[in-house]
Antibody
């Protein structure tokens, strides 16, 4: 069974760095074609892709947020970590991690999501 | 960056009817990189169509995807109550983008 689960703070202060961890099981990020990405959904708005990291360490970022984002992986722990710097209230929402597969060019398994509030 | 525009924003239909959702790309893209997701409140999105027209695991054949270049569609035949949700198209390329979504609601 393939699962992904997001963890991290649910409340962060403006200007702080948001650090989220995606812990996954049932697949390996050392397998060719595999990736793990992050997507968020602000309240009442559409899905927004943030970043994705592939098995070969290729990192991809949303052009509009690339200066504030970093994504890393720890294959020994089956974890992918997303950092978003200098948060403000516009960064509030539900953050999802999902498996991305080049074989499908789609995100086929998603975590349940974590809701983040940005407030002082 | 590819921009995806979905229409209509809201589609009101009755169970048993056919739904046709549109997704327009700002430039020509390969259908191989086009996917559709179903999103219900309180749940994560679920891929329904990938590779432009391939159904994901467990998706009934009432769902079909099509189109090419800049115009893509998701068609759902014989709507069932469980089909009513928000649907997003996605371009999964060098960068990834989502459309703004179409809300399929019960009339």
């Amino acid at each position: 069974q393939i699962t992904l689960k997001e963890s991290g703070p649910t409340l962060v202060k403006p200007t702080q760095t948001l650090t989220l961890t995606c812990t996954f099981s049932g697949f390996s990020l050392t397998t060719s074609g595999m990736g793990v990405g992050w997507i968020r959904q602000p309240p009442g708005k559409a899905l927004e892709w943030l970043a994705l990291i592939y098995w070969d360490d290729d990192e991809r970022y949303s052009p509009s947020l690339k200066n504030r984002l970093s994504i890393t992986k720890d294959t020994s722990k089956n974890q992918v970590v997303l950092k978003l710097t200098n948060v403000d209230p516009m960064d509030a929402g539900t953050y999802y991690c999902a498996r991305g597969r080049i074989l499908m060019f789609a995100m086929d398994v998603w975590g349940q999501g974590i809701t983040v509030t940005v407030s002082s | 960056e590819i921009v995806l525009t979905q229409s209509p924003a809201t589609l009101s239909l009755s169970p048993g009817e056919r739904a046709t959702l549109s997704c327009g790309a700002s430039e020509s893209v390969s259908s191989s990189y086009l996917a559709w997701y179903q999103h219900k409140p309180g749940l994560p999105p679920r891929v329904v169509i990938y590779d432009g027209s391939s159904r994901a695991t467990g998706i009934p054949d009432r769902f079909s995807g099509g189109g090419s270049r800049t115009d893509f569609t998701l068609t759902i035949d014989r709507l069932e109550p469980d089909d009513f949700a928000v649907y997003y198209c996605q371009h999964y390329g060098t960068s990834i983008t989502f459309g703004q979504g179409t809300r399929l609601e019960i009339k």
